[in-house]
């Protein structure tokens, strides 16, 4: 069946509700779509890898064991489960070439997805508190970061998240589906539903705006204000070798974040287009493969403790401290 059936469906059922969606992937050629389930799957290795690498080194290191690697550890477990949620399925998917998904199906992992990457998203704003508490009110860090706000930090984290994505996929369960049924993509989303609703969606996508200035703007507006502070007292270390160290602990973060949002904002920010198109595919890839691969990679490359807590790891060594 060519793209151009799946897209026009015959003449009386258009109104059909549907019980599963029709997921394109990234490709339709059979000889390609084997080169994206090895990379696929090489790329879901090395994100698992990596990120249980650096919670196993988290967990047995005792010079880890530090409120900022307490966040990062709860952020390789978000980005594995970010993972499992989309690209198993895709790699199925690729194997049965069987390219639906029911209804139900789809929802529960929209649900997950927006679940984790909520989390995500307050996690990078705590890591930032830690960052500002650390370096520009060293003198009370201990007593304003300590295990209990760590605990209640990443518990407000996940009440919220949830919240967020229990909300949105209930308001979905109130659009009606009829055909065509097709996603451009290769996993469930909101703005990719909304284009197939045959009911008004303009409440859904209020909410998402509303919704999403709490969850995404208001982190974001915490995370460039505590950087603000950051960067003001790091300019004003005389020491060369100093505002180096600090500028090096958090420009691993810096650069998480700004992968973070700016494919966030780009995929949530174009709900008024109609039509989808190759970049909606990218930023897709980057949301579910790329940017939680390079998380593991951008915090152990620029971080000499993650360097040396996973050398110790893989050699069955611990630390002397």
């Not at 499992?84 to 998904?101: F, Q, Y």
């Not at 990457?117 to 970061?145: E, H, K, N, Q, W």
Request: aromatic share 10%; net charge neutral; proline share 3%.
């Amino acid at each position: 069946m060519s793209l151009q059936e799946l897209m026009e469906p015959e003449a009386g059922t258009n109104r059909t509700t549907v019980a599963e969606f029709i997921l394109l992937g990234l490709v339709q050629t059979e000889e390609i779509q084997s080169v994206v389930f090895v990379l696929f799957l090489f790329a879901c290795l090395v994100k698992i890898g990596g990120n249980l690498s650096i919670l196993v080194a988290v967990l047995v290191e005792p010079k880890l064991h530090t409120p900022m690697y307490f966040f990062l550890g709860n952020l390789s477990v978000l980005d594995v489960g970010c993972i499992t949620v989309t690209v198993p399925a895709v790699l199925g998917r690729l194997l049965s070439r069987k390219c639906t998904i029911s209804y139900d199906a789809c929802l529960s992992q929209l649900f997950f997805f927006r679940l984790l990457a909520g989390v995500d998203c307050f996690l990078l704003t705590a890591m930032a508190y830690d960052r500002f508490l650390a370096i520009c009110r060293p003198l009370t860090y201990s007593t304003r970061m300590n295990q209990t706000v760590e605990r209640m930090l990443v518990a407000a984290s996940w009440t919220c998240a949830f919240t967020n994505a229990l909300i949105h996929t209930i308001a979905l369960t109130t659009l009606n589906f009829c055909s065509p049924n097709v996603i451009s993509r290769f996993y469930c989303d909101l703005p990719q539903l909304f284009r197939l609703s045959c009911s008004s969606t303009q409440f859904n996508e209020l909410l998402l705006f509303a919704v999403g200035f709490i969850m995404a703007g208001a982190p974001l507006v915490l995370i460039i204000t505590s950087y603000s502070h950051v960067a003001a007292a790091v300019l004003g270390i005389h020491s060369v070798e100093g505002r180096k160290k600090a500028f090096s602990t958090c420009g691993s973060h810096l650069t998480v974040v700004c992968l973070f949002y700016g494919t966030g904002i780009f995929n949530y920010m174009r709900l008024g287009s109609e039509e989808a198109s190759d970049k909606d595919k990218g930023v897709g890839v980057f949301n579910t493969v790329i940017n939680p691969t390079l998380n593991p990679l951008m915090y152990s490359l620029r971080n000499s403790d993650v360097q040396g807590a996973l050398w110790r790891v893989f050699l069955g060594r611990r630390s002397l401290t």
